[in-house]
Each structure stands twice: as structure tokens, then as C-alpha cells.
């Protein structure tokens, strides 16, 4: 049984472009969520998906955009890139019905550096 | 407003002696609580969980916590620390509203000396 996968494990972008990073969920799961880690950081929390629509939203602001597909995966995109975008980003996957428990499954992350 | 306080960035023990990393929580509901590891170059993983039941919660590798609604704190402990054990610790809370997100704490940076 495959874990949450991530892609790509790196990536390296300069200011003011866009890039789109990539998650798999755990079989089973139905629902993604993305949080940015910066260095030293705990993970904070961006948005989550769930039957393709975005359902709640952290502090970020609108040039993080997301998309969940109908398999569940799903991907992060971040527009004009600022050097403080340099960071881990997270995603992890859960079930929807899971309730109280709501064990969420992290993927092992996509480290993207902003020149 | 839900949140976590973790009261050390960084914790230092000898191998074999006991380990303790505090948290203390905030939130306006009955939360969820968690605690997650995050090895270098690891993702996360989650050692353990509270959800209202036992307020003693046992975990992965020996590790458990403690809920305490009184001091609103869930204090993270193992009786014996291992040298794998070295990693970074975080705090979770999840307000039980159905609403998923989790709010992590700063995390507690564990080294463990031989």
C-alpha cells in the first residue's frame, strides 16, 4: 500500500515565475491538504481539498492556488514566486469520515528554493 | 482562536534517562490532539493521538502523553530515551468542529548524547 507521494522532491525557481508541485494520496484517502514548512518552522497550514473543492483556507494569499482531480490527487500552485516561498511543502491525505480521529498521512515533502 | 505552545525549542538528554517535551494548548472547543516526528529529511509521522477517550495516550516507540484539561497541557514522555529517538517534535491541535486543518506548534528540537 502506497504512502502519500510528492512530486518533485526538489525543485529550484527564480522570482516572479509559477510552479506547480504534485501529491498522490494514501489509497483510500479523499481528502488533501497542503501546508508551507519554512526552516526551523512548524508546517502551517494552507488549504485543503475535498471532492475537488478547495473547503478551507489558511493565511496565504491568492497566488497559492490549488486543484484536486477526480482520482484525488492533487497539486499546489504558487504564482510569482517571492524569495519568502522558499520553503518544505507538505501534503498530507485523510478520510473524510475519519471524524475526531482525523489522522492526517504526510507525504515525505517538496523542497522548492526561490533564487 | 486554536493553538499550541511548545515551552522548549530545544531538549537535551543522555541516552537511557527519561524524556519529556511540553505543550500546552489554547482552543474553544474539545480539540484533538497529536503529536507528530519529523526525522531529517523525513516527513512527518504521527506518534500518537488524543481524541476524548483515555486522557493517557500511548504511542509508537514507547512515547506517551498525557491530556490534562486542568492545565490545559498534553506533555509528550518516554521513560527511556534511544539514540534513534534525536529528532524534531511537533504539537498538533485540531479543532473538533469537523473542520480538518491542524495547527502545529514551533516544534522541540531532541538531541539524545550517548
Known amino acids: 500500500d502506497a504512502g502519500v507521494t510528492q512530486s518533485p522532491t526538489h525543485l529550484i525557481k527564480t522570482r516572479g515565475q509559477q510552479v506547480t508541485l504534485r501529491c498522490s494520496p494514501k489509497s483510500g484517502h479523499d481528502t488533501v491538504s497542503w501546508y508551507q514548512q519554512a526552516l526551523g518552522q512548524g508546517p502551517q497550514f494552507i488549504f485543503q481539498?475535498?471532492?475537488?473543492?478547495?473547503?478551507q483556507r489558511g493565511n496565504f494569499p491568492d497566488r497559492f492556488s490549488g486543484h484536486q482531480f477526480p482520482n484525488y490527487s492533487s497539486e499546489l500552485n504558487v504564482n510569482a514566486l517571492l524569495l519568502g516561498d522558499s520553503a518544505l511543502y507538505l501534503c498530507?491525505?485523510?478520510?473524510?469520515?475519519?471524524?475526531?480521529?482525523?489522522?492526517?498521512?504526510f507525504g515525505p515533502g517538496t523542497r522548492l528554493t526561490v533564487l | 482562536a486554536q493553538s499550541v505552545t511548545q515551552l522548549d525549542s530545544h531538549v537535551s538528554v543522555s541516552e537511557g534517562t527519561p524524556v519529556l517535551l511540553r505543550c500546552n494548548y489554547s482552543s474553544s472547543y474539545s480539540p484533538s490532539l497529536f503529536w507528530y516526528v519529523q526525522h531529517p529529511n523525513k516527513g512527518l509521522q504521527l506518534l500518537l493521538k488524543?481524541?476524548?477517550?483515555?486522557?493517557l495516550v500511548k504511542g509508537i516507540n514507547g512515547f506517551e502523553a498525557e491530556f490534562k484539561k486542568s492545565e490545559t497541557s498534553f506533555h509528550l514522555t518516554k521513560p527511556s530515551a534511544h539514540m534513534s529517538d534525536a529528532a524534531e517534535y511537533f504539537c498538533v491541535v485540531n479543532k473538533d468542529t469537523g473542520r480538518r486543518a491542524l495547527t502545529f506548534g514551533s516544534g522541540t528540537r531532541l538531541q539524545v548524547q550517548p
Open positions: 488524543y481524541t476524548s477517550a483515555a486522557t
Open positions: 498530507a491525505s485523510s478520510l473524510a469520515s475519519s471524524g475526531r480521529s482525523n489522522e492526517q498521512f
Open positions: 481539498y475535498y471532492e475537488e473543492e478547495e473547503r
